[in-house]
Nanobody, 116 residues
Framework: VQLQASGGGSVQAGESRRLTCVAY????????IDWVRQAPGQQREMVAR????????NYADSVKGRFTISRDNSKSSAYLQMNNLKPEDTGTYYC??????????WGQGTQVTVSS
């Protein structure tokens, strides 16, 4: 099982970035997908979650209205569209798959750096 996150980079405040998470070796459409970020010196926090069929999403208050999570089960992929990025969005972004009764799997992380 492998989750590959990509799309990070360095951007200016106000710009947009789209992260992609591709899953291998698991029944993707059976899993919730979270995007979790970790800022330097801080604990990981969930920023967005999408249900297995994409019918339900949840966001951290800090990103509501700016970030959108989506998925394409036919491609075993999930996405995080990040708009109006702020310096406080800087961190390593991980995708995580989970479901009751199934192992939790993490991707390797992709770095997003937002400068003012």
């Amino acid at each position: 099982v492998q989750l590959q996150a990509s799309g990070g980079g360095s951007v200016q405040a106000g710009e947009s970035r789209r992260l992609t998470c591709v899953a291998y070796g698991l029944l993707f459409e059976d899993r919730y997908i979270d995007w979790v970020r970790q800022a330097p010196g801080q604990q990981r926090e969930m920023v967005a979650r999408i249900s297995p069929r994409g019918s339900s999403t949840n966001y951290a208050d800090s990103v509501k209205g700016r970030f959108t999570i989506s998925r394409d089960n036919s491609k075993s992929s999930a996405y995080l569209q990040m708009n109006n990025l702020k310096p406080e969005d800087t961190g390593t972004y991980y995708c995580k798959s989970h479901q009751v009764g199934r192992p939790i799997n993490w991707g390797q992380g992709t770095q997003v750096t937002v400068s003012s």
